[in-house]
């Protein structure tokens, strides 16, 4: 089946870390530029975070940039979104999808930054 599957999301405080993993099954991951979204409640869907794939260049969202990081192991099909200094505007359900022939979404996985 081919298909994405987020984990790692939590509960955090603010300034703490969590470390996101994207699962892709059923395709050659390799050959797809990855990207990580978020949806907080009452707003729209937004991009965070995107790995080409080999070489890896990545892009980041100006407000995470310097605190999120975006990694991928291709020999694991999956790609991180390491994330720290986390602020609650960080709180969102964040997603994973393929930049070209994006999948349907998944379920995503619930970050909460809340004291």
């Known amino acids: 089946q081919v298909q994405l599957v987020e984990s790692g999301g939590g509960l955090v405080q603010p300034g703490g870390s969590l470390r996101l993993s994207c699962a892709a099954s059923?395709?050659?991951?390799?050959?797809?530029?990855i990207q990580w979204y978020r949806q907080a409640p009452g707003k729209e869907r937004e991009s965070v975070a995107g790995?080409?794939?080999?070489?890896?260049?990545?892009v980041y969202l100006a407000s995470v940039k310097g605190r999120f990081t975006i990694s991928r192991d291709n020999a694991k099909n999956t790609v991180y979104l390491q994330m720290n200094s986390l602020k609650p505007e960080d709180t969102a359900v964040y997603y994973c999808?393929?930049?070209?022939?994006?999948?349907?979404w998944g379920q995503g996985t619930q970050v909460t930054v809340s004291s």
């Open positions: 790995i080409s794939s080999e070489p890896d260049n990545v």
């Open positions: 059923g395709f050659d991951f390799s050959m797809y530029s």
């Open positions: 999808n393929r930049i070209q022939s994006p999948l349907e």
